[in-house]
């Protein structure tokens, strides 16, 4: 018999926890009325000493697998991210714990940054913030090639058209950019994409585009898919922007490749090892934009999770299959 078995608790008899050392979740929670008891954690001690007080854990980088000996009460896992590798699903399924993931919440933000990488690469701000930093008014250039740029008119190819992707390529669509993907079922998107071919299209979009954007899942068939081959297949003026995983990408060719003038620059978000060492070629290289795995912050994260968290909560307590994003 696992705690499956038995009625999830009712509201009056149902506790959640949350556990994240910087997102306001419990604030934003009891704004909502739900008069659920809850409490926050900020510590991996934290969470390892009050996680058989909770039935309902909203967690992300906080979580390891031992704290599953110490939780007979837990029932459901929401994620604070979208990601939930980290999670141990056979455990998880044995013990009948839901696991539900935030689906979503980061969409707007990722593609905003996207957006404002490609932007920010365009017009060149990223070199007048260093000429700002000099004191330095920066003359008109004479050099065509040289000078800053307009999306307007350019091709943007997105690698991975999902939630994220979709919502770049409308937005790039508003700034009058020719828009071109690739998606693991082409049939399946519907939106103002100029063209999604399947996974076999990934050279062609490289060869067409001005701007390669990558917001696909790091898989087996992604990871490393960015290297010497393909960034051969891109344009000498071509960027690349990164809000995916830093396991799509190769360092050491795409470094190669930036140092010899292969491509005209990159905005990287995701790295393999995070925080990004200090000793990474990728902080002197002047046509690199380097974020610290932010594109998925805003002020509206911890809303966007409390829809999710409550609609989940409610369709629980009535008893109801199937959650929203539900993984276990």
């Not at 992604?222 to 081959?229: D, E, F, P, S, Y």
């Not at 932010?294 to 829809?307: G, I, K, R, V, W």
Request: with cysteine.
């Amino acid at each position: 018999m696992t705690i499956s078995d038995t009625p999830f608790p009712t509201t009056d008899n149902l506790t959640i926890g949350f556990a994240h050392h910087a997102y306001q979740l419990k604030e934003r929670f009891a704004a909502r009325d739900t008069d659920v008891d809850h409490f926050q954690v900020y510590t991996p001690e934290q969470l390892n000493d009050r996680i058989a007080d909770m039935d309902v854990l909203v967690v992300s980088g906080l979580w390891n697998d031992a704290l599953l000996e110490n939780a007979p009460k837990l029932r459901w896992i929401q994620s604070v991210g979208t990601g939930y590798d980290q999670f141990p699903l056979d455990q998880l399924r044995e013990r009948g714990i839901h696991l539900s993931r935030a689906f979503g919440v980061m969409r707007e933000a990722v593609a905003e940054q996207a957006l404002a990488c490609m932007l920010s690469l365009a017009r060149h701000l990223h070199f007048l913030r260093d000429e700002q930093r000099k004191h330095n008014w920066r003359p008109y250039i004479s050099d065509i090639p040289n000078r800053e740029d307009e999306l307007a008119g350019k091709t943007v190819g997105i690698v991975g058209i999902g939630l994220i992707g979709s919502r770049v390529a409308e937005l790039a669509k508003a700034f009058n950019m020719r828009v071109i993907a690739t998606k693991g079922n082409p049939s399946t998107y519907d939106g103002p994409a100029d063209k999604v071919t399947g996974t076999e299209g990934l050279h062609d979009l490289l060869r067409e585009s001005d701007y390669v954007v990558l917001t696909c899942p790091l898989t087996d068939e992604t990871a490393g898919m960015i290297n010497t081959h393909t960034l051969g297949l891109m344009k000498q003026n071509a960027f690349l922007v990164n809000v995916a995983r830093g396991g799509c990408v190769v360092d050491d060719d795409l470094v190669l490749v930036l140092k010899s003038g292969g491509i005209a620059g990159a905005a990287l978000d995701h790295f393999h090892e995070e925080p990004l060492g200090t000793d990474s070629p990728y902080w002197d290289l002047d046509n690199v934009i380097v974020t610290p795995h932010n594109a998925s912050e805003t002020q509206m994260y911890e809303e966007n999770l409390m829809d999710i968290l409550i609609e989940n909560m409610g369709r629980l307590t009535r008893g109801e299959t199937g959650l929203l994003h539900q993984i276990v």
